[in-house]
């Protein structure tokens, strides 16, 4: 499944920003969808993962370095992700990309991901 994030940008310390995640192919309603970071020279990293409304109810995950501020949430009326970011620190700087496994529950499955996209940059700096 093919799915395309935007959003990204520049922001201050203590900003927010919200990225967006869609399919122009699939309806999405009834997959796990989650986002992934890679800042230059560090793995990438699982950030964020809510489930398919056919899976757990959209239960939701979060990592450790982003609970409390991020927030993840679907609009299925629009086949739209998002994940809201707040209080951004410079840590969070990434490229950050939304994928699917094809499954209905989160976690997301890297090894079963088909398509990466091209990912959006969220660049946090003063």
């Known amino acids: 499944v093919q799915l395309q994030a935007s959003g990204g940008g520049l922001v201050q310390p203590g900003g927010s920003l919200r990225l967006s995640c869609t399919s122009s192919?699939?309806?999405?309603?009834?997959?796990?969808i989650g986002w992934f970071r890679q800042a230059p020279g560090k793995e990438r990293e699982a950030v964020a993962c809510i489930s398919g409304s056919t899976g757990d109810g959209n239960a939701y995950y979060y990592a450790d370095s982003v609970e409390g501020r991020f927030i993840i949430s679907r609009d299925n009326s629009n086949n739209m992700i998002y994940l809201q970011m707040n209080s951004l620190k410079a840590e969070d700087t990434a490229v950050y990309y939304c994928?699917?496994?094809?499954?209905?529950?989160?976690?997301?499955?890297?090894?079963?991901?088909?398509?990466w996209g091209q990912g959006t940059q969220v660049t946090v700096s003063s």
């Open positions: 994928v699917t496994d094809g499954g209905r529950n989160c976690p997301v499955i890297e090894r079963y991901i088909e398509r």
């Open positions: 192919e699939h309806t999405l309603d009834r997959y796990e």
